[in-house]
């Protein structure tokens, strides 16, 4: 058995939220204190048992006004699997122009999410 | 040569979130004429380069990311007739409010009707906290290694150790890490640290960063590039701590050491200045000590987060249209208000009584469950609760000009109880 | 590769390039050798960049002959290499009585040594040119000036550069052997070889050591290392003179004092501490602990947002630390050693003196070479001693009319153009590291340094120049400021 701290993030409370949890294959909470109200119980679960992250990068651009366009994840994925889809917002080169919102990698790493374009590009001058 | 003089109503001057907000606010407000100056080749300011999520939760009700933020704003500049200015920069501002300001190819003054100033801050420097050492390559703001990774395709470095635990740190420890660089740790000199606890989760623990307390950097090495930093615990006085003084081998060491305001413009029109925040001192409409000069955003005070800047920002805007339209001068009643124990600093400084008011202030230390209380003399005007107090986060609470008389005086204290 | 040269100026600080910019009115072939990526590089840029009268010298002293006299000098060399300067004297502040005594006779020296204009006044006279300054007596030496090093050694140098000196920096000398009849034979860490008929030691904390590989031994260099404080351009105007205290027997520790610079920053210290590297420029917590203390009680306007950056310089003292003091400087054409000349231990006053130690210099290189003057020699540095933001709002609009690259401000702090950022990358002498374009254009010397102008200097020179991550330097190989590109580069489709 081991014990995690955590702030709580779901409310600007920030609880300090004490857990045991139970080391076997797939971690069991055993006990939680601190947490004020559901919403924190549940977020601690989640972060436990399988936490979910969004995660913010760069592609490259070819032809447009800037050599980089900022991309995210339109989904949390898991946090697991960060640097596979990192592995593979790597390879991305798009051509300008772009929008806010265009779709640039679908389903990274298996991930049920898209990574899409955060910045509009237009075509270089 | 001589120089052309041109006018317009209200001028805003910085294209950041505080400027955005500003001149949109002052244009829906009624006002036709609204400048708004920016200094770089785009607007949005800082937004730009912080590609991270987390930003319009309050305004939006959604996680987006600076770009697309900033865009939120941009996008209704032109449908409002909002004249932008980019690549232009204030060269000086005087009381009378006229704007020396060069672009590519001009230089022209500008006689505003009202100013709002929204020039951000900057990052305070290895400079200005004197740490020892050398003076290689490899040691940057926070921010400056954000330009250069997010805006430039730039790495910065390899192994990375930070100095300072704020938002931006932790966000470009997080950004380092992704892009291949180790990340040794974060060392902050506080006991607690100044950013977010989602970002002390998400940028630190998720990729086991260890983030070292009441640590900071003693000495910086290398003739070259940087070669290490040697950190050390430090007492209550927060002097280092000799012996616990250790040696890391590193390449780049970022600073994430504070913020701030950038006021070089407010001080040259003359307008008062709060020690403590560093910038401006304002009236209940963000107006400053110079009649028709108002601030907002980062520029007054270092906010925690962007969309409370954007809110201020409106605010600031609204009230500048309103000063050229009803050329209003400054109320001459005043209610003064000033930090009580646990404060430490309120803002506004001052406020008329004849309006609602949200009141913005800091406290000086970690605390949990205890109640802000807006006193006059022994009345109490207003008093809430507050679950978590935190340094690093700004607390806002609204105050009623009802209260505010009834509870009657001239000035107000702001305390922790 | 082999280069040949009559005369080979070994050291780019100030006294090597005013040597230079010296010879260039002569028919000689020149060059000067500099070993790191521009000039100026050691103590000549940093430094608290005042002029010295010289009274405090003893009279007869090299020291005292060569200050006077490159203090006159200055004035005509300042308008031709547009370089700032600021006449704004000295005070040098006695407390009480018993200081009087020291300052009478310090004028009495400083009257030996030529100085001009001295004067012992009271109190009225004093605060008259100073404000606010307290003290019974002082003397005032209204040649003591202030004057920017880095345009000075950069002024030298390219104007000497225009003149037909060559210069070749990025070139450590390694070994020096000297040929008969065929003269000096300088080898560089590079590989390469300069042959010379007269080698100049110029090479400030390693002339002992080139004088040594030359053959000539019995010196030493002592590096002594002094710290300072920059403070923000906010106090622009608190001083309007120099002010020290006067000279007490026995003083207790350094006196620390504040030097206004011809740019509008305020600096405190230097200090003294004597080193083992050469070339550690660390500044330490204990003594910068030291100079916000005393600096703070000279100036109690200082805030801690005032402090924008703490330097060090590297003095070359003659004296070790048991001994203290100063030697005179040693400017020799050797006797025994053919077309050798030696300059050792020019710390203090060398910026001041180096133009008079130029001319005796050459005047040295006489003995070996017979020198015509050059009718094509020009004086004139092309070019303005101010920046952009120092003028008029219509000397501004003027400029930006002929070129609009004046109307980009690129660093915010210090109000400097895309066009200076321009002319200083394409400076003459070829230097190209972050230091040079801040010593040239002032680029990131304000209160942000450079925290938010290195990026957008970093897009311009990749968009104008096509410089690539690796090409952006500190200041030597050595200090890389990129490790590569994040993504592979795109380009443009």
Same mark, same amino acid.
């Given at each position: 058995m081991s014990t995690k701290e955590f702030t709580c993030?779901?409310?600007?409370?920030?609880c300090p939220i004490v857990v045991n949890i139970d080391d076997d294959e797939t971690p069991v909470i055993t006990h939680i204190e601190g947490s004020t109200c559901k919403k924190g119980e549940e977020w601690v679960h989640q972060e436990i048992e399988n936490p979910m992250r969004t995660i913010s990068s760069s592609v490259v651009v070819t032809g447009? $006004?800037?050599i980089l366009a900022s991309v995210r994840t339109n989904r949390p994925i898991p946090l697991g699997r960060i640097m596979k889809v990192m592995e593979e917002i790597k390879q991305v080169t798009v051509i300008a122009p772009l929008a806010i919102g $265009?779709?640039?990698?679908?389903?990274?790493?298996?991930? $049920?999410t898209e990574i899409v374009a955060t910045r509009s590009v237009a075509k270089a001058q | 040569m001589s120089i052309k003089t041109i006018h317009r109503d209200v001028v805003v001057i910085g294209g950041g979130p505080a400027g955005l907000a500003a001149a949109i606010a002052a244009s829906e407000a009624g006002c036709k004429d609204v400048l708004l100056i920016e200094r770089?080749?785009?607007?949005g300011g800082i937004l730009n380069q912080c590609i991270h999520d987390g930003f319009?939760?309050?305004?939006?009700k959604e996680a987006l990311s600076g770009p697309e933020y900033a865009a939120r704003f941009i996008n209704r500049l032109p449908g409002l007739g909002i004249e932008v200015m980019t690549g232009?920069?204030?060269l000086s501002l005087s009381p009378e409010r006229i704007l020396e300001v060069s672009t590519r190819g001009a230089i022209q003054y500008i006689q505003a009707g009202a100013v709002v100033l929204a020039m951000g801050c900057r990052e305070r420097t290895r400079g200005a906290i004197s740490i020892p050492g050398q003076r290689p390559s490899?040691?940057?703001?926070a921010g400056a290694a954000q330009n250069f990774i997010?805006?430039?395709?730039i790495m910065v470095g390899k192994n990375v150790c930070i100095l300072g635990s704020g938002d931006i740190g932790l966000i470009m420890a997080r950004r380092m890490t992704l892009e291949g660089a180790h990340v040794e740790a974060v060392f902050e000199?506080?006991?607690? @640290? @100044?950013?977010?606890p989602r970002n002390i989760q998400q940028c630190l623990n998720d990729y086991n960063i260890p983030l070292f307390l009441n640590t900071t950097v003693t000495e910086i090495r290398g003739n070259g590039r940087l070669e290490g930093v040697k950190v050390a615990q430090v007492g209550k006085d927060r002097a280092?701590?000799?012996?616990?003084e250790r040696y890391i081998p590193c390449d780049t060491l970022l600073l994430s050491v504070g913020l701030i305001p950038e006021n070089e413009l407010t001080r040259d029109a003359g307008v008062a200045m709060d020690p403590i925040t560093g910038g401006a001192l304002v009236d209940d409409t963000f107006m400053?000590?110079?009649?028709g000069i108002f601030s907002c955003g980062n520029v007054l005070h270092v906010h925690d987060l962007a969309d409370w800047v954007s809110v201020e920002a409106r605010d600031a805007g609204r009230f500048a249209a309103a000063y050229v339209h009803e050329?209003?001068?400054?109320?001459r009643q005043r209610i003064t208000i000033k930090e009580g124990d646990g404060v430490r600093y309120v803002l506004p400084? @001052?406020?008329?009584?004849e309006r609602d008011f949200i009141l913005s202030l800091r406290v000086t230390a970690p605390w949990r469950n205890r109640a802000v209380v807006v006193r006059s003399g022994d009345k109490k005007v207003r008093r809430k609760k507050i679950v978590r107090l935190h340094p690093a986060e700004m607390i806002r609470i609204n105050i009623g000009k009802d209260a505010l008389a009834a509870a009657g005086g001239s000035s107000l204290e702001v305390s922790v109880e | 590769m082999n280069h040949k040269y009559e005369v080979l100026i070994i050291g780019g600080g100030v006294v090597g390039c005013a040597i230079a910019r010296e010879l260039s009115k002569y028919r000689v072939s020149a060059a000067l050798l500099e070993k790191?990526?521009? +000039?100026?590089?050691?103590?000549s840029c940093r430094n608290s960049g005042v002029l010295h009268a010289g009274f405090k010298y003893a009279p007869g002293s090299l020291r005292a002959r060569v200050a006077v006299k490159g203090n006159a000098l200055m004035d005509d060399l300042c308008r031709d290499l547009k370089v700032k300067i600021k006449r704004i004297g000295k005070l040098t502040v006695g #407390?009480?009585?018993?200081d009087e005594p020291t300052l009478r006779h310090l004028k009495e020296q400083g009257d030996t040594n030529g100085v001009p204009g001295l004067r012992v006044i009271g109190r009225e006279e004093m605060q008259k040119i100073q404000p606010g300054v307290e003290g019974y007596i002082a003397l005032h030496s209204p040649s003591s000036s202030i004057i920017s090093p880095y345009s000075l050694t950069i002024g030298l140098a390219e104007n000497a550069l225009a003149n037909g000196v060559n210069f070749h920096l990025g070139q450590r000398v390694e070994s020096i052997s000297q040929q008969p009849e065929k003269g000096w034979h300088v080898r560089t860490a590079a590989g390469e070889i300069f042959e010379a008929q007269v080698i100049i030691n110029?090479?400030? #904390?390693y002339s002992a050591d080139v004088s040594r590989m030359a053959g000539v031994d019995g010196y030493t260099i002592y590096p002594c290392r002094g710290e300072y404080y920059v403070l923000d351009k906010?106090?622009?105007?608190? #001083?309007?003179a120099l002010i020290y205290p006067a000279p007490k027997k026995n003083a207790p520790g350094w006196g620390t004092h504040l030097t206004p610079t011809v740019d509008g920053n305020i600096l405190i210290g230097p200090t003294a501490q004597y080193i083992?590297?050469?070339?550690?420029?660390a500044c330490t917590p204990d003594i910068l602990r030291r100079l916000r203390i005393e600096g703070q009680k000279l100036l109690?306007?200082?805030? +801690?947002?005032?402090?924008i950056r703490n330097f060090a310089g590297i003095r070359a003292k003659q004296t070790p630390p048991e001994v203290g003091g100063n030697k005179d400087f040693v400017i020799e054409d050797r006797k025994d050693v053919k077309g050798f000349i030696n300059l050792v231990g020019?710390?203090?006053p060398g910026l001041t003196a180096s133009p008079a130690i130029a001319q005796m210099v050459v005047e040295m290189v006489g003995n070996h070479l017979s020198l015509v003057p050059d009718p094509?020699?020009?004086p004139v540095r092309p070019?303005?001693? %101010?920046?952009?933001?120092?003028?008029?709002a219509e000397e501004k609009a003027d400029l930006v009319a002929k070129d609009?690259?004046?109307?980009?401000?690129?660093?915010r702090c210090e109000k400097i153009t895309k066009k200076e950022i321009l002319d200083a990358i394409n400076n003459p002498l070829g230097a190209r590291t972050i230091v040079s374009l801040k010593y040239r254009a002032?680029?990131?010397?304000?209160?942000c340094q450079g925290g938010f102008c290195i990026p957008r200097i970093v897009r311009l020179l990749r968009d104008?120049?096509?410089?690539?991550?690796? %090409?952006? #330097?500190?200041?030597? +190989?050595?200090?890389?400021?990129f490790v590569g590109n994040v993504r592979p580069e795109g380009g443009q489709a």
């Amino acid at each position: 058995m081991s014990t995690k701290e955590f702030t709580c993030v779901v409310c600007p409370n920030g609880c300090p939220i004490v857990v045991n949890i139970d080391d076997d294959e797939t971690p069991v909470i055993t006990h939680i204190e601190g947490s004020t109200c559901k919403k924190g119980e549940e977020w601690v679960h989640q972060e436990i048992e399988n936490p979910m992250r969004t995660i913010s990068s760069s592609v490259v651009v070819t032809g447009g $006004d800037c050599i980089l366009a900022s991309v995210r994840t339109n989904r949390p994925i898991p946090l697991g699997r960060i640097m596979k889809v990192m592995e593979e917002i790597k390879q991305v080169t798009v051509i300008a122009p772009l929008a806010i919102g $265009d779709v640039v990698l679908r389903n990274p790493a298996g991930c $049920d999410t898209e990574i899409v374009a955060t910045r509009s590009v237009a075509k270089a001058q | 040569m001589s120089i052309k003089t041109i006018h317009r109503d209200v001028v805003v001057i910085g294209g950041g979130p505080a400027g955005l907000a500003a001149a949109i606010a002052a244009s829906e407000a009624g006002c036709k004429d609204v400048l708004l100056i920016e200094r770089d080749r785009i607007l949005g300011g800082i937004l730009n380069q912080c590609i991270h999520d987390g930003f319009g939760l309050h305004e939006f009700k959604e996680a987006l990311s600076g770009p697309e933020y900033a865009a939120r704003f941009i996008n209704r500049l032109p449908g409002l007739g909002i004249e932008v200015m980019t690549g232009t920069i204030v060269l000086s501002l005087s009381p009378e409010r006229i704007l020396e300001v060069s672009t590519r190819g001009a230089i022209q003054y500008i006689q505003a009707g009202a100013v709002v100033l929204a020039m951000g801050c900057r990052e305070r420097t290895r400079g200005a906290i004197s740490i020892p050492g050398q003076r290689p390559s490899g040691v940057y703001t926070a921010g400056a290694a954000q330009n250069f990774i997010n805006m430039e395709n730039i790495m910065v470095g390899k192994n990375v150790c930070i100095l300072g635990s704020g938002d931006i740190g932790l966000i470009m420890a997080r950004r380092m890490t992704l892009e291949g660089a180790h990340v040794e740790a974060v060392f902050e000199i506080l006991p607690y @640290s @100044s950013g977010l606890p989602r970002n002390i989760q998400q940028c630190l623990n998720d990729y086991n960063i260890p983030l070292f307390l009441n640590t900071t950097v003693t000495e910086i090495r290398g003739n070259g590039r940087l070669e290490g930093v040697k950190v050390a615990q430090v007492g209550k006085d927060r002097a280092p701590i000799p012996e616990t003084e250790r040696y890391i081998p590193c390449d780049t060491l970022l600073l994430s050491v504070g913020l701030i305001p950038e006021n070089e413009l407010t001080r040259d029109a003359g307008v008062a200045m709060d020690p403590i925040t560093g910038g401006a001192l304002v009236d209940d409409t963000f107006m400053t000590s110079v009649p028709g000069i108002f601030s907002c955003g980062n520029v007054l005070h270092v906010h925690d987060l962007a969309d409370w800047v954007s809110v201020e920002a409106r605010d600031a805007g609204r009230f500048a249209a309103a000063y050229v339209h009803e050329k209003r001068e400054a109320s001459r009643q005043r209610i003064t208000i000033k930090e009580g124990d646990g404060v430490r600093y309120v803002l506004p400084q @001052s406020v008329s009584g004849e309006r609602d008011f949200i009141l913005s202030l800091r406290v000086t230390a970690p605390w949990r469950n205890r109640a802000v209380v807006v006193r006059s003399g022994d009345k109490k005007v207003r008093r809430k609760k507050i679950v978590r107090l935190h340094p690093a986060e700004m607390i806002r609470i609204n105050i009623g000009k009802d209260a505010l008389a009834a509870a009657g005086g001239s000035s107000l204290e702001v305390s922790v109880e | 590769m082999n280069h040949k040269y009559e005369v080979l100026i070994i050291g780019g600080g100030v006294v090597g390039c005013a040597i230079a910019r010296e010879l260039s009115k002569y028919r000689v072939s020149a060059a000067l050798l500099e070993k790191e990526m521009d +000039v100026g590089m050691g103590a000549s840029c940093r430094n608290s960049g005042v002029l010295h009268a010289g009274f405090k010298y003893a009279p007869g002293s090299l020291r005292a002959r060569v200050a006077v006299k490159g203090n006159a000098l200055m004035d005509d060399l300042c308008r031709d290499l547009k370089v700032k300067i600021k006449r704004i004297g000295k005070l040098t502040v006695g #407390l009480d009585e018993e200081d009087e005594p020291t300052l009478r006779h310090l004028k009495e020296q400083g009257d030996t040594n030529g100085v001009p204009g001295l004067r012992v006044i009271g109190r009225e006279e004093m605060q008259k040119i100073q404000p606010g300054v307290e003290g019974y007596i002082a003397l005032h030496s209204p040649s003591s000036s202030i004057i920017s090093p880095y345009s000075l050694t950069i002024g030298l140098a390219e104007n000497a550069l225009a003149n037909g000196v060559n210069f070749h920096l990025g070139q450590r000398v390694e070994s020096i052997s000297q040929q008969p009849e065929k003269g000096w034979h300088v080898r560089t860490a590079a590989g390469e070889i300069f042959e010379a008929q007269v080698i100049i030691n110029a090479a400030g #904390l390693y002339s002992a050591d080139v004088s040594r590989m030359a053959g000539v031994d019995g010196y030493t260099i002592y590096p002594c290392r002094g710290e300072y404080y920059v403070l923000d351009k906010r106090l622009n105007g608190t #001083l309007t003179a120099l002010i020290y205290p006067a000279p007490k027997k026995n003083a207790p520790g350094w006196g620390t004092h504040l030097t206004p610079t011809v740019d509008g920053n305020i600096l405190i210290g230097p200090t003294a501490q004597y080193i083992k590297e050469p070339e550690n420029h660390a500044c330490t917590p204990d003594i910068l602990r030291r100079l916000r203390i005393e600096g703070q009680k000279l100036l109690p306007a200082i805030q +801690v947002s005032d402090y924008i950056r703490n330097f060090a310089g590297i003095r070359a003292k003659q004296t070790p630390p048991e001994v203290g003091g100063n030697k005179d400087f040693v400017i020799e054409d050797r006797k025994d050693v053919k077309g050798f000349i030696n300059l050792v231990g020019l710390e203090s006053p060398g910026l001041t003196a180096s133009p008079a130690i130029a001319q005796m210099v050459v005047e040295m290189v006489g003995n070996h070479l017979s020198l015509v003057p050059d009718p094509s020699f020009n004086p004139v540095r092309p070019g303005s001693s %101010d920046f952009f933001s120092e003028l008029s709002a219509e000397e501004k609009a003027d400029l930006v009319a002929k070129d609009p690259n004046y109307g980009e401000i690129i660093c915010r702090c210090e109000k400097i153009t895309k066009k200076e950022i321009l002319d200083a990358i394409n400076n003459p002498l070829g230097a190209r590291t972050i230091v040079s374009l801040k010593y040239r254009a002032r680029a990131s010397m304000g209160r942000c340094q450079g925290g938010f102008c290195i990026p957008r200097i970093v897009r311009l020179l990749r968009d104008e120049f096509g410089w690539r991550p690796e %090409d952006f #330097l500190k200041r030597g +190989v050595d200090s890389p400021l990129f490790v590569g590109n994040v993504r592979p580069e795109g380009g443009q489709a």
